[in-house]
């Protein structure tokens, strides 16, 4: 049986698409999808799950401070 990891994910926020993250030889790298997320542009991260929580991260700073 062969297991075979994806190298490019989704992240997806409340049910926004916040990017992809790709992986290389580094880690994974994230390619924002929608302006909110430009901060984590080109960012390079250990995980898909990393580059998620930072997105996830990103969009409750922005949420807190419209509140």
Same mark, same amino acid.
């Given at each position: 049986?062969?297991? #075979?990891?994806?190298? /490019?994910?989704?992240? &997806?926020?409340? !049910? $926004? /698409? /916040? %990017?992809?993250? #790709? +992986? !290389? /030889? $580094? %880690?994974?790298?994230?390619?924002?999808? &929608? +302006?909110?997320f430009d901060s984590l542009e080109g960012r390079q991260f250990r995980s898909a799950r990393e580059a998620e929580r930072a997105a996830r991260a990103v969009f409750s700073e922005r949420r807190n401070r419209l509140s």
């Open positions: 049986m062969s297991h #075979t990891q994806s190298n /490019a994910y989704i992240i &997806e926020i409340h !049910d $926004r /698409a /916040a %990017g992809i993250v #790709t +992986r !290389d /030889a $580094r %880690g994974f790298r994230f390619f924002s999808s &929608e +302006r909110l």
